[in-house]
């Protein structure tokens, strides 16, 4: 089951090029823009929201795993050079700071070519297209009536409330990138992505099964997710399916993956980098399809779908302008 009900003194962009060192969290490289000292994530909420661990690169398969039961296809190799993914989705908390600096807009879209890197062999790929300007909310305004996509789901609120641990959902995949790349990130490729909720080479079925292949997934310790016809939407521990489903990101530890991040299956979908594309292309050395094409990729499985959802080898897509209850973003960033 896919729930995807539907509804149709600032801080510019240069700020992502400040800073060195660390960014508060042990994590090597420029700070995150959003957090400040918010310091509310995590099972005790008391972790920085912006901790960003590193992802060592290696050599896997794409959507594929050791459980060998559902995803099974080798042909895909990629490799995947060293980057940062941080711990937690992208929470209502600091979204409201893009917000608030009346960010993301048609106002204040990102700068041309903003987050470009080396991807596809090439220099300078992926960045900002100024055409995406037209797809972003005219003002701050339409983009906050924008966000409230579904009266029971939705997890933004005008002024600051209980939400702000959970993770921001009804933003589209336009509004995920500028966000990011506000933020001194940028959306992971789909390969990133994939790498790390597998632990890299172990390509482990869910991002916490131990062994790899293990498909421990019979109840709710590990993710928010509709464990089964009885637990529907059991993430909070109650049956049927509740805005608490979307649950404060980082409370389930068990999940973790091998490189330390949280929910990297089930409370919400997250969008990537990547145009949706069948076959996958080869070869891959930190590659991704920026071929424009009309839906992007999401990876991770949501608060509402079945455990296979969850897999770290399934993927899904959407159009890039549609929003949904059950998605929202996690960004990377340079190691």
Known sequence: MVLVVTACGRLGFDARLDGSGTDGTGS???????????????????????????????????????????????????????????????????????????????????????????LNGMASQGGWDPSWNASLAINTGALVANMKCNATYQTWTDAAGGNESRPMNCITWYEAMAFCLWD????????????????????????????????????????????????????????????????????????????????????????????????????????????PASNRVLRGGSFSDAATYLRAANRYRNPPTIRLNSVGLRCSRTP
């Open 28 to 118: 090597d490289g420029p700070p995150a823009v959003s957090c400040g000292t918010l310091a509310t994530c995590g099972q005790m909420g008391n972790r920085p929201c912006c901790e960003s661990p590193v992802v060592t690169g290696g050599t896997f398969f794409r959507s594929y795993d050791m459980a060998d039961t559902a995803f099974t296809d080798m042909g895909y190799p990629a490799t995947v050079s060293t980057f940062r993914l941080d711990k937690y989705e992208v929470t209502v908390a600091r979204f409201r700071t893009f917000v608030d600096a009346s960010m993301g807009t048609q106002v204040n879209p990102p700068p041309a070519g903003a987050g470009a890197r080396t």
């Open 184 to 291: 001194g990130g940028y959306l992971p490729t789909e390969a990133e992505w994939n790498y790390a909720a597998a632990g890299g080479q172990e390509q482990r079925a869910f991002p916490w099964s131990s062994p790899p292949f293990a498909l421990t997934n019979d109840d709710s310790t590990y993710a928010s997710y509709h464990v089964d016809a009885t637990k529907q939407c059991f993430g909070d521990g109650i049956n049927g399916c509740a805005l608490t489903d979307l649950v404060a990101v980082g409370g389930k530890p068990a999940g973790d993956g091998v490189f330390g991040q949280s929910d990297l299956g089930g409370n919400v979908w997250e969008w990537v980098l990547d145009g949706y594309a069948t076959p996958y292309a080869n070869p891959c050395n930190d590659c991704a399809n920026l071929t």
